[in-house]
Every structure is written in C-alpha cells, then in structure tokens.
C-alpha cells in the first residue's frame, strides 16, 4: 500500500523519461498516491492516446517543448507545476555514439532545470546515476560502502554527463538560492521479472563487481523519488539510491575480500548489506527499501 502524500508533496509534477523501466514505476507511484501527474517522453513517437493517463510527447532539447509542458502551454494540459522529476535520457554508456549521448543528454538536463526555473517551478527532482561513484570500478573504490563524501570519478562519456548535472545543479541553486534540486544517483533499475536472472550471477562474483552488486527496484526508486518530492531544504543534493542488499547470496564482507582485497572496509557490514552506502538517504529523506529480490526467487537457483 502507497504511504499517504506527505503535506509538502507538489499537487501536480511532470514526470519525464516517463515510459522508461523507471518511469512508469515512478508514475503509478505519484498516481496512487493522488499527485496529478503529466507524464512526458518521446518514446517512438508514440500515439498520447496509446498511454494510460494525462501523455504529452516532448522533445526534451527543444527548450520551447519543455517550457510549454511546464506551463500549461499545449492544448488540453494545464499548467500550475509545482515539481518536476527528470528521468528522461540515452539511460546507458555504449547505447549511442558519446558525442550523440552527450549531446541528448547535457541538452535536455539543461532545457529541463532552465525551464523549470523560467516558470517558477522550484522543486527538481533528477536521475544522477551511480556511474558518477566510478563504476566500472576497474579502478578499486577509494573505502566501501562507497557514499557520497568522495568527489565524482566518471569512467564513461554517460556519466561524465552526470557529474556535470550535478554540478549544473550547484550553480542553478546558487543563482536562485529559493531552488531545491535533488539527485537522486540510481543504481541498476530491476523489475520484478529481472529477479529471474540473478542466481546466474552466484558463481562469479566478478560478474557484477562493476557496481559493487548493487540494484534498485524500480518500485523503491520511486519510493526515493516521492521522499525526495518532499524534501523542501533548499539548494542541491545528491543521494545514493540502492536497496538494502546486494544481488548475491555470498556475504558483503566475503566479496570485498575476494574481489576488492586492498580496500578499506569502513564499519561493519551486515550480511548482505548493500556496499552502495544509502544512509545518507535514509537519514535525510527518510528513505527506506522495501523490497528484496530474494522475496522473488531462491538465492541458491
């Protein structure tokens, strides 16, 4: 059951990158919970008529799209935004050629936090992403769990892109200290029938060293999403958001002393615990995993 709205949730929120894994999870979680939500993406072209709810196709790095979604500006949408959440972007490294992810994704980070300032909008909630951290971590990680506290190390075109949102994010709120902008850094989004996968990964722990074993599922990332909605401390911020375990069946401990010998082990970890540290989330967003993909299927295969 969807918590009840907290009283300092926006009414109404736009939502792009809407129909991605992510998205539509984060959509029928505001919905549930009451928010009127406009749902935004480009995804094929689609027919708005084929999507479940209020749809609107936009192109994202075209600024004049953007401020017309968020004001009320095309037929049959109202305005009245009090938030937006940006998840819309090239979602991986390798997808597209670097040039044309940059290009996509630098573009419509800004027209998004632009037009989001231009029409008095002053809640952005964004997709940062764990890569910022240093994944692949072919270079070991400075200590783990890894948290927010150590600058971002970005290995890939992609995610060179999302530290410079969050610095973006920095200069946004400095020029307009009434902005509160969080970055919400995902790690690998799951849903339910993704779980299917995990035993196979039981055998080699290096198969998902590049993320320190971590995940998400979709329905806590929008979990985060909806606290982070209600955060109302201006200025930016960036969050770790994991769920509470990894995706192996072999301690946390044990895999940093096979994988990871060399780096410092920073207090001590629960059994499973997720070495992409969300306490930071937790303790500020009031966040907290509630789902497992050992609720779904056998650790052992």
């Known amino acids: 059951m969807t918590d009840p ?8 929120v736009v939502v792009t990158g809407a129909t991605g894994k992510l998205g539509r999870a984060v959509v029928a979680h505001l919905r549930a919970a009451g928010v009127d939500v406009l749902a935004v993406d480009r995804a094929g072209g689609r ?14 790095t075209d600024y004049g799209q953007v401020v017309e979604a968020f004001t009320g500006g095309a037929d049959e949408h109202a305005g009245g935004v009090g938030a937006v959440v940006h998840l819309a972007a090239v979602p991986a490294p390798g997808l597209l050629p670097n040039a044309v992810t940059f290009a996509n994704n630098s573009a419509a980070t800004y027209n998004v ?18 890569t910022v951290l240093g994944l692949p971590f072919d270079t070991p990680p400075p ?46 989004v799951m849903d339910v029938e993704d779980y299917a996968a995990f035993p196979s ?16 599922d979709a329905r806590d990332g929008a979990q985060a999403v909806e606290r982070a909605l209600a955060h109302d401390r201006p200025g930016a911020d960036v969050f770790i958001i994991a769920n509470a375990d990894t995706v192996m069946n072999r301690s946390s401990a044990d895999l940093m002393a096979e994988v990871y010998p060399g ?10 615990e997720t070495l992409l540290s969300i306490d930071k989330a937790r303790r500020v967003l009031g966040y907290e995993p509630r789902h497992s993909w050992r609720d779904h299927v056998d650790p052992a295969g």
């Open 5 to 12: 709205v907290p009283s300092t949730l926006p009414t109404r």
């Open 47 to 60: 027919d708005p008529r084929d999507v479940d709810g209020e749809f609107l196709l936009v192109d994202l």
């Open 113 to 130: 936090f632009a037009a989001a300032r231009a029409a008095g909008i002053r809640r952005v909630v964004w997709a940062s992403s764990e």
């Open 143 to 188: 200590y783990a769990p890894v948290d927010e506290e150590y600058p971002p190390r970005p290995e890939s075109t992609y995610s060179l892109n999302k530290a410079l949102e969050e610095e973006m994010a920095r200069h946004f709120c400095r020029w307009d200290p009434e902005l509160v902008m969080v970055g919400l850094r995902f790690s690998n």
């Open 201 to 216: 990964f039981q055998a080699d722990p290096r198969l998902r060293r590049w993320n320190l074993w971590g995940y998400i």
């Open 263 to 272: 780096v410092e082990v920073r207090g001590e970890l629960g059994e499973h």
